[in-house]
């Protein structure tokens, strides 16, 4: 029982911090004329990323390495197929071109880059699979790189062409004092009510005889993939649908080069029963969002694409389930 409070308390507890978040950082990027983009994809896509950040650090130095990759693996599926898909049948997303040329493009550079370090057994059992501390490393490097660029864009001027940053201008702002006291209850509450989900939600499935990584890739990538579900939610009713994607481009970006890098870095990770269909599905998952983005050179990702995005993880989560119980 108190595993099902946990989890009905940190599904709440998100949902409001979401709100927090999303509020204070839409002010302050309104009050310094930075671009709602930029601050998707930094502030906000940080804070969201950090529950996987905690979760796969505490993983692996507990010794459940499995279920640390699957928590970024999973997170990653999770956050294309059925984040961007709600948030486009709620409204349909509108890319600027500039993500289109540099951002989105990124987001498949990090999954292929995962998907070389875990291809290092093609067609081994998986054993000796491993993110050694090397490839740590070169992974927080690839993330420094990440962010250098993004801002040199933002002095650029390379997102400009934001139309929802430029209308979402026209919004009254809040004393900076109260966006930045909204900001941090926001990631607070994210960070504490992801770790009640987490741990109700994985007391539940373990209880029901999952693996380590089926839970990553499934439970606990959901639960800690929450809080950006709950803040681009929230940024897509409220109009700022572009801290809603670069919220999704910038997590999935964290996840691989951060999330991994740091904690290979301190303990290098063994895949174990993280699949090469796992990696590629999130392959495929980055090159639909991409390949949905350009369709018909609209740059829109309509409701029916984003219906067929979560069609496709509930088609995914269905395998992993057969899987389990075969």
Known sequence: MMDVFWLLFGVALIIFAANWLTDGAASIARRFGISDLVVGLTVVAFGTSTPELSISIVSALQGNAPMAIGNVVGSNIFNILVIIGIVAIIRPIKVERSLMVNDIGLVVISALSLLAIGYGDLLGDGTDRIVSRVNGILLLLFFIIFLRYT????????????????????????????????????????????????????????????????????????????????????????????????????????????????????????????????????????????????????????????????????????????????
């Open 151 to 326: 801002f040199s864009q933002a002095k650029s001027g390379q997102h400009e062409d934001d139309p929802v940053a430029e209308k979402g201008s026209e919004r009254k702002e809040l004393p900076v004092w109260r966006s930045i006291l909204l900001i941090a209850a926001g990631l607070a509450g994210l960070v504490y009510g992801g770790d009640r989900f987490v741990a109700g939600a994985s007391g539940v499935a373990l209880s029901l005889g999952m693996s380590e990584a089926v839970v990553g890739l499934t439970i606990v990538a959901a639960g800690t993939s929450l809080p950006e579900l709950a803040a681009s939610i929230a940024a897509a009713v409220k109009g700022n649908s572009g801290i809603a994607v670069g919220n999704v481009i910038g997590s999935n970006i964290f996840n691989i080069f951060l999330v991994l890098g740091v904690t290979a870095t301190i303990s290098p990770l063994p895949f174990g029963g993280i699949t090469h269909f796992d990696l590629l599905v999130m392959i495929f998952a980055s090159l639909a969002f991409w390949l949905f983005c350009w369709k018909f050179g609209k740059r829109t990702i309509t409701r029916p694409e984003g219906a067929v995005l979560v069609a496709f993880y509930f088609a995914y989560i269905i395998y992993q389930v057969m899987t389990v119980t075969a």
